[in-house]
T-cell receptor, first 118, second 113 residues
Framework: DTGVSQNPRHKITKRGQNVTFRCDPI?????LYWYRQTLGQGPEFLTY????????KSRLLSDRFSAERPKGSFSTLEIQRTEQGDSAMYLC????????????????FGNGTRLTVT | SQQGEEDPQALSIQEGENATMNCSYK?????LQWYRQNSGRGLVHLILIRSNEREKHSGRLRVTLDTSKKSSSLLITASRAADTASYFC?????????????FGTGTQLKVEL
């Protein structure tokens, strides 16, 4: 179990630029989640995948945000035309959902990508 | 949106003392989980309690759940300086919540030597 890996750890970008983050989940995990966390707050749900299918997206996820999980392995989160309000920690988590047990799986988090938009 | 609210927002204690954090939530849940986060790091799962359970223990951790009051508490006994972190409760809702966890606002715990 090598854990959830996120890259890069930090990203500084200018307003209006596009950025892409990568998440490598624990290899046998079929669920992958993206959360966003601002200073002093808890993580806020953005979207999640079951294998390669994106099953739910938050209203927080504007049309400037897009996430993919090709082949049900790693995932990317892209933010187009970044705004200063996008500055946050972007957290990826994965879990193993078994038949009939989907609600009870703890999440394994990566250390996040801290985005600063100047 | 945040489902839960932790209380207190910040807590400072001496090493060896017990720390109690409370969490309140709004909707019916399938289970409630507690996570810990060190500064600048990801969250680490601590303990999960199902809606039909009232109390659960794991090492120095004790979690209670009162579904009638929609509240939970996390007790850390004999605290250590290494317990300094933020602690979050997270709920898995029964309906309309999909398969995501909704996190509270967190309690910042500082354990001083």
């Amino acid at each position: 179990d090598t854990g959830v890996s996120q890259n890069p750890r930090h990203k500084i970008t200018k307003r209006g630029q596009n950025v892409t983050f990568r998440c490598d989940p624990i290899s046998e995990h079929n669920r992958l989640y993206w959360y966003r966390q601002t200073l002093g707050q808890g993580p806020e749900f953005l979207t999640y995948f079951q294998n390669e299918a994106q099953l739910e997206k938050s209203r927080l996820l504007s049309d400037r945000f897009s996430a993919e999980r090709p082949k049900g392995s790693f995932s990317t989160l892209e933010i187009q035309r970044t705004e200063q309000g996008d500055s946050a920690m972007y957290l990826c988590a994965s879990s193993l959902a078994r038949m009939g047990g989907s609600y009870n799986s703890p999440l394994h988090f990566g250390n996040g990508t801290r985005l600063t938009v100047t | 949106s945040q489902q839960g609210e932790e209380d207190p927002q910040a807590l400072s204690i001496q090493e060896g003392e017990n720390a109690t954090m409370n969490c309140s939530y709004k909707t019916s849940i399938n289970n409630l989980q507690w996570y810990r986060q060190n500064s600048g790091r990801g969250l680490v799962h601590l303990i999960l309690i199902r809606s039909n359970e009232r109390e659960k223990h794991s090492g120095r951790l004790r979690v209670t759940l009162d579904t009638s009051k929609k509240s939970s508490s996390l007790l850390i006994t004999a605290s250590r300086a290494a317990d300094t972190a933020s602690y979050f409760c997270a709920t898995a809702q029964i309906t309309g919540g999909g398969n995501k966890l909704t996190f509270g606002t967190g309690t910042q715990l500082k354990v001083e030597l």
